[in-house]
């Protein structure tokens, strides 16, 4: 059983967060202080916490604060009856000091959304622990899903997102934001977990690209990976092992990760970029020292994050935040990848803006094997349509939206929680 604590000072609030909770099978203590809250932080170690940002006469940064001085690894989902705005800024400041949040949600909050931000109880059959993770790894359980990139002006497939889950025989599938944040406390378990996806990634690119596909393969790899020098040596020659050509794979690090040691940093990259591999900045604009970073690192592609890009319809602000990217990118000569792109009317926005790709639930969501096979034969199908209809005079959408796989109810990749491994 999971042990789940509550801080919000509306009772009624904290009264229904226990309720749905405890239905789904949680151990929940409520709390309407802050200092009742760290009495039971400290009385029982929490699995999860669900948090609001304001307190009346305190606020959740202060709480924030606390929970990265006690080193808490639990799950946080923050609530908040602000703007989105200073929600994404909380959310932020939470992942830059080292805690896992797991979902922030707008007040007045919908039991479907806060069910779904909650850990499925039945994935917690067994314990998740770096020991099993190991296990996990040795036994083969990593499972890869893939998530389509496509080049915004004509809508074609360019790229695929391979993304990590844990398949547990006996407790069921294990979510990236469960298992990352431990393989990340441990650098060796950091490395075999990152060589592990790699293998498996290079393994299925001989199906994948048998069915017609020639884009890039991108992989996440962490701030861990970084520390080792010899990295370059050892990620190249288990990719040429496999025969998955270093021209065609993309590995994708947060900006974040790239400033942990940045001397180190800028000689493992380097030498990663020398033996053909392409190096991508991840949720670019998240994190710090992102001007310094572009400028001193060998990178070739940006990836805007999702929090950019889905308010672009709605928020002056957000949009002109991703113009200015991309025009940054343009300039600098880079590739731009926009994600979190949810509807036609976001791609039309990003293509005209001046992105180069995207990707998004609106497109697909991330694809088992041979789902994704059957997608890329799909694609394949509508382009020749396309071709044809373009011969005979007619125009039809570009866009692959909608079409199999498209969906809200997909995963997500591993990159600091994003890592998205």
Same mark, same amino acid.
């Given at each position: 059983?999971?042990?789940?604590?509550?801080?919000?000072?509306?009772?009624?609030?904290?009264?229904?967060?226990?309720?749905?909770?405890?239905?789904?099978?949680?151990?929940?203590?409520?709390?309407?202080?802050?200092?009742?809250?760290?009495?039971?932080?400290?009385?029982?170690?929490?699995?999860?916490?669900?948090?609001? &940002? +304001?307190?009346?006469?305190?606020?959740?940064?202060?709480?924030?604060?606390?929970?990265?001085?006690?080193?808490?690894?639990?799950?946080?989902?923050?609530?908040?009856?602000?703007?989105?705005?200073?929600?994404?800024?909380?959310?932020?400041?939470?992942?830059?000091?080292?805690?896992?949040?797991?979902?922030?949600?707008?007040?007045?909050?919908?039991?479907?959304?806060?069910?779904?931000?909650?850990?499925?109880?039945?994935?917690?059959?067994? %314990?998740?622990?770096?020991?099993?993770?190991?296990?996990?790894?040795?036994?083969?359980?990593?499972?890869? @899903?893939?998530?389509?990139?496509?080049?915004?002006?004509?809508?074609? &497939?360019?790229? &695929?997102?391979?993304?990590?889950?844990?398949?547990?025989?006996?407790?069921?599938?294990?979510?990236?934001?469960?298992?990352?944040?431990?393989?990340?406390? @441990?650098?060796?378990?950091?490395?075999?977990?990152?060589?592990?996806?790699?293998?498996?990634?290079?393994?299925? +690119?001989?199906?994948?690209?048998?069915?017609?596909?020639?884009?890039?393969?991108?992989?996440?790899?962490?701030?861990?990976?970084?520390?080792?020098?010899?990295?370059?040596?050892?990620?190249?020659?288990?990719?040429?092992?496999?025969?998955?050509?270093?021209?065609?794979?993309?590995?994708?690090?947060?900006?974040?990760?790239?400033?942990?040691?940045?001397?180190?940093?800028?000689?493992?990259?380097?030498?990663?970029?020398?033996?053909?591999?392409?190096?991508?900045?991840?949720?670019?604009?998240?994190?710090?020292?992102?001007?310094?970073?572009?400028?001193?690192?060998?990178?070739?592609?940006?990836?805007?994050?999702?929090?950019?890009?889905?308010?672009?319809?709605?928020?002056?602000?957000?949009?002109?935040?991703?113009?200015?990217?991309?025009?940054? %990118?343009?300039?600098?000569?880079?590739?731009?990848?926009?994600?979190?792109?949810?509807?036609?009317?976001?791609?039309?926005?990003?293509?005209?803006?001046?992105?180069?790709?995207?990707?998004?639930?609106?497109?697909?969501?991330?694809?088992?094997?041979?789902?994704?096979? @059957? +997608?890329?034969?799909?694609?394949?199908?509508?382009?020749?349509?396309?071709?044809?209809?373009?011969?005979?005079?007619?125009?039809?959408?570009?866009?692959?939206?909608?079409?199999?796989?498209?969906?809200?109810?997909?995963?997500?990749?591993?990159?600091?929680?994003?890592?998205?491994?």
């Amino acid at each position: 059983m999971r042990n789940l604590l509550v801080l919000d000072d509306d009772e009624l609030v904290g009264a229904f967060v226990r309720r749905l909770a405890a239905e789904m099978g949680y151990a929940v203590r409520t709390s309407t202080t802050v200092e009742a809250f760290r009495a039971h932080f400290w009385a029982q170690t929490p699995d999860e916490i669900v948090l609001d &940002l +304001w307190l009346g006469q305190s606020d959740g940064i202060e709480v924030l604060r606390f929970l990265s001085a006690q080193g808490c690894r639990a799950r946080i989902i923050l609530l908040s009856g602000t703007d989105n705005r200073t929600l994404d800024a909380a959310r932020a400041f939470a992942e830059n000091v080292g805690l896992n949040v797991g979902a922030a949600l707008s007040k007045p909050v919908r039991a479907a959304a806060l069910r779904g931000a909650l850990t499925p109880i039945e994935a917690e059959a067994a %314990a998740i622990n770096a020991e099993a993770l190991a296990a996990g790894i040795r036994n083969g359980e990593l499972v890869l @899903e893939y998530q389509p990139i496509i080049t915004c002006a004509n809508g074609k &497939l360019s790229g &695929l997102e391979a993304l990590v889950r844990w398949q547990r025989p006996e407790g069921g599938r294990v979510p990236p934001d469960q298992f990352i944040p431990i393989a990340e406390a @441990e650098p060796e378990l950091m490395d075999e977990l990152t060589f592990a996806i790699a293998g498996h990634a290079a393994q299925d +690119w001989h199906v994948i690209s048998k069915s017609g596909f020639t884009g890039h393969v991108a992989l996440n790899i962490s701030a861990q990976n970084l520390r080792r020098l010899d990295f370059p040596e050892r990620f190249a020659s288990l990719i040429q092992e496999r025969g998955l050509p270093a021209e065609q794979v993309t590995l994708e690090l947060t900006e974040t990760a790239a400033m942990t040691d940045p001397l180190v940093s800028l000689d493992v990259l380097v030498r990663l970029r020398l033996r053909g591999f392409t190096l991508a900045v991840d949720d670019f604009g998240t994190g710090y020292s992102s001007l310094s970073m572009l400028r001193r690192l060998p990178y070739s592609e940006l990836k805007i994050d999702r929090s950019f890009v889905k308010d672009i319809l709605a928020s002056h602000d957000a949009m002109a935040i991703v113009k200015a990217v991309l025009a940054m %990118a343009q300039n600098m000569g880079l590739n731009t990848v926009a994600e979190g792109v949810e509807d036609a009317q976001i791609l039309t926005t990003l293509t005209d803006a001046g992105a180069t790709c995207a990707q998004g639930y609106g497109i697909s969501r991330p694809l088992a094997l041979p789902k994704l096979v @059957e +997608w890329i034969g799909a694609q394949a199908v509508n382009d020749a349509t396309l071709a044809s209809a373009k011969t005979q005079g007619r125009t039809q959408p570009a866009m692959p939206l909608a079409r199999s796989g498209a969906g809200h109810d997909g995963g997500a990749g591993v990159s600091n929680n994003k890592h998205t491994h």
